[in-house]
């Protein structure tokens, strides 16, 4: 069986979790066919018709690495929404229109070899990105980052845009060192990845979401999800890590704009995704009066991370290009609330 089979196959079965919450949370504005998409398919004569579909109307070929991750499943499933035929391997790129790097290792742990784990992270991304340009057919890279290679800095910026990076020597501070190794990683891939494709005119643009939130396909549950439901959950270590200002953004929308930055031929350079923000006091407001079944922990066990200010994130470029954010914090702890139910995690 192709990985492309095997890619479809893993969806058709996990994507019913996530049916009936799509079917009831409907975007604020646009359409709700997502669901009526994902009905189509499952409901389709089998992977073989499906192929036959796809092979008809596909955009062509696309890689998303780490296809088992929280993200990148999602996008994989969006991928066969709009007609693309996807890889998730990168043992070859062959014949691939554009590659969306969404894999990074998260277990990072011994601070003896911690260096060591980064830099394998770095060349990890150049050796993807170096397949990429090996190809010949590969129009385009898409390269997940993440907030943290915005806001860990002493500038005490109130707002943040595109323009901004991380410090190394105050990332360096962060506790525990697992955490300061994953911020620190992050940042250097993206900077080594922008440096790379100006050097060999690699077209690479980079999306860096907040924290993600949402539904999930996986049957487990999802570690960028930890800090996000921790309150929901009553996890008092986990729900001491919100910041004084946190920025949000619907797994979809992440998605969305993957897709949407392949496809925008006057894309370049790095793009903000973050949809909402809300402090610790407003979303434990928010929380407590949406679900009171639930014992949310008191703000006032909450603190910021690290005592180090955490910005507001500006998408400003990425709607000024025409994106559009379709959820808000309701959809967000809604749907993820309802996966974990249907899961047996909650």
């Not at 089979?5 to 969806?11: A, H, K, P, S, T």
């Not at 691939?96 to 998260?106: D, E, L, T, Y």
């Amino acid at each position: 069986m192709t990985d492309e089979l095997l890619v479809l196959f893993f969806f058709f079965s996990q994507v019913l979790h996530c049916l009936q919450i799509l079917q009831s949370r409907r975007p604020k504005t646009g359409t709700s066919t997502q669901s009526q998409i994902i009905c189509s398919i499952c409901s389709s004569r089998g992977i073989t018709k499906e192929r036959e579909m796809e092979v008809n109307d596909r955009k062509g070929m696309v890689c998303v690495t780490g296809g088992t991750g929280y993200l990148a499943s999602w996008l994989i499933m969006k991928l066969l929404q709009h007609g693309y035929s996807v890889n998730a391997t990168i043992r070859s790129t062959q014949g691939c229109v554009g590659v969306f790097h969404i894999a990074h290792p998260m277990n990072f742990g011994d601070e003896e070899i911690e260096d060591k784990k980064i830099r394998r992270t770095v060349d990890g991304t150049l050796g993807v990105l170096q397949e990429c340009l090996n190809s010949k057919t590969v129009k385009r890279v898409v390269y997940t980052s993440s907030r943290t290679a915005l806001v860990f800095n002493d500038k005490g910026l109130d707002i943040v845009n595109e323009s901004s990076w991380s410090d190394i020597h105050v990332m360096k501070t962060l506790k525990p060192i697992s955490a300061a190794s994953y911020v620190i990683s992050k940042t250097l891939a993206e900077k080594a990845a922008l440096e790379f494709a100006e050097k060999h005119g690699l077209d690479l643009i980079t999306v860096i979401p907040s924290w993600i939130h949402g539904p999930f396909l996986s049957t487990h549950f999802p570690e960028p999800l930890r800090s996000a439901m921790a309150m929901i959950y009553g996890n008092q270590e986990n729900c001491m890590k919100y910041p004084s200002l946190t920025p949000f953004v619907h797994v979809d929308d992440v998605a969305s704009a993957h897709i949407f930055l392949l496809e925008n031929s006057k894309a370049q350079g790095r793009y903000i995704c973050s949809a909402v923000e809300v402090t610790p006091d407003e979303l434990f407001k928010f929380l407590s009066a949406r679900y009171p079944e639930y014992r949310i922990p008191n703000v006032d066990s909450l603190r910021e991370i690290g005592g180090i200010k955490h910005p507001s994130l500006s998408s400003k470029k990425l709607l000024e290009a025409g994106f559009n954010y379709k959820y808000g914090l309701e959809e967000m702890f809604d749907g993820a609330i309802e996966c974990c139910k249907q899961k047996g995690l909650l």
